[in-house]
């Protein structure tokens, strides 16, 4: 299942940058595949 960034963050009920920088700081961004606006973990 996949989810937007915006969902996620809402979900954690943190900002969507906090999202993308944690994305990026795990060095996660490689393992994402986007499926039209939504990521999906590899």
Request: glycine fraction near 8%; charged fraction near 25%; charge should be positive.
């Amino acid at each position: 299942m996949g989810m937007t960034i915006k969902q996620l963050a809402d979900q954690l009920e943190v900002s969507k940058t906090t999202i993308s920088k944690a994305i990026s700081a795990l060095g996660l961004s490689n393992r994402l595949d986007r499926s039209g606006n939504k990521y999906i973990i590899r």
